[in-house]
């Protein structure tokens, strides 16, 4: 158990809907970072968050966003969603930023039919 | 461009042997390197790291060996066991960001 937390586990839902994604980091950890696996693209970096900043970004798409709350958990939102976007989700945190080790919550798999 | 490959998708050895899974990184101005392993239907779980300035790094049974000079990476399991057949990815950092460029995964099957 990494102690990242990720709620839901499954997700189904239809083409044109928005869905929002929730993880909570490890104790102690600021940063948040998001990732999409998918059997085509491997795992790829979303988005950084740092103590309820952003501070990366990488291959995300307008229609998805996210944030990062006070108490530091994260949410991702994902609209008018699409076939393609059928994936797993996978939150990871670390204390920092940087050169450091980022650990990987269970993630949330979401299927649009 | 951005891209962490893996020599081999697949790897099959018996209970016992010692494995070796290899990747190679593009990017000469990699700082920090990740191996994680995940099991079916489960997260990356971290198994070691290695910076930059080192060359070798244990852990328990697994080594990892970093080659600048090719850009090259591997993870050496010692005595492979039945639970550590999984994917199992490198990945790295650059310019200090934080962001993890994973390599394609390896699978390693253990045969009893």
């Known amino acids: 158990d990494s102690g990242v937390t990720q709620t839901p586990k499954h997700l189904i839902t239809a083409t044109g809907q928005r869905v929002t994604l929730r993880c909570s980091p490890r104790?102690?950890?600021?940063?948040v970072y998001w990732y999409q696996q998918s059997l085509d693209q491997g795992l790829q970096f979303l988005i950084q968050y740092y103590n309820g900043e952003e501070r990366a970004k990488g291959n995300i798409l307008e229609r998805f966003s996210a944030q990062q709350f006070p108490d530091l958990h994260s949410e991702l939102n994902l609209s008018s969603l699409e076939l393609g976007d059928s994936a797993l989700y996978f939150c990871?945190?670390?204390?920092?930023?940087?050169?450091?080790?980022?650990?990987f919550g269970p993630g949330t798999r979401l299927l649009v039919l | 461009g951005e891209s962490v490959g893996l020599h081999l998708p697949t790897l099959s050895v018996q209970e016992g042997d010692n494995s070796i899974i290899n990747c190679a990184y593009s990017n000469s101005a990699s700082d920090y390197f990740i191996w994680y392993k995940q099991e079916s239907g489960k997260g990356p779980q971290f198994i070691i790291d290695?910076?930059?300035?080192?060359d070798k790094r244990q852990g328990q049974r697994v080594t990892v060996l970093l080659n600048k000079t090719v850009k090259h990476l591997s993870l050496q399991i010692a005595a492979t066991q039945p639970g550590d057949s999984a994917v199992y990815f490198c990945?790295?950092?650059?310019?200090?960001?934080?962001?993890?460029?994973f390599g394609q995964g390896t699978e390693l099957s253990v045969k009893p």
């Open positions: 990871a945190s670390s204390p920092y930023t940087g050169m450091e080790t980022q650990y």
């Open positions: 290695i910076r930059s300035n080192m």
């Open positions: 990945a790295e950092i650059y310019n200090q960001g934080g962001k993890l460029i």
């Open positions: 104790s102690g950890d600021l940063s």
